[in-house]
């Protein structure tokens, strides 16, 4: 069942459903156009599926970290995990200008390789400089 949030195998590669949307064909039957966000590529895939595929569904394991530092010489985010206490180190995160020391997020593995970041839902930050001519 493709539903917003699900995650599904296209093409050997996990993808996250952002959109999803049921239709018929009268006699020729039903379908899915969905919108599903890659998590190795980090691009947007449109897909139709059609009522009688058959969907691979990956295994997302996530795990809790607790974020350390950026290492300038790898261009690498360093995350402990919280459970092993291990070093996890991730590649420029979509979102690695958020990221605070001693931040707990959430790794998204699929198989050894880390595919997302997971931010908290809230947090709290102190504005340190404004740009006053940077366009809106």
Not at 5 to 24: C, E, F
Not at 48 to 68: G, H, M, R, V
Not at 100 to 127: F, L, N, W
Request: proline share 4%.
């Amino acid at each position: 069942c493709v539903k917003v949030g699900r995650y599904i195998l296209i093409d050997n590669a996990p993808h996250r459903v952002t959109k999803s949307l049921q239709g018929g064909r009268g006699r020729g039957g039903s379908f899915v156009k969905s919108s599903a966000y890659n998590l190795y590529t980090k691009k947007y895939l449109d897909k139709t599926f059609n009522a009688d595929d058959q969907l691979e569904i990956p295994f997302i394991n996530f795990e809790e970290a607790q974020y350390s530092w950026y290492d300038t010489g790898s261009d690498e985010h360093v995350f402990m995990d919280a459970a092993t206490f291990e070093e996890v180190r991730v590649q420029s995160p979509s979102k690695a200008l958020f990221l605070k020391e001693g931040q707990t997020v959430k790794i998204q593995r699929y198989g050894d390789r880390v595919v997302e970041v997971e931010m908290p839902v809230a947090d709290s930050y102190t504005v340190v400089k404004v740009d006053t001519h940077a366009p809106l």
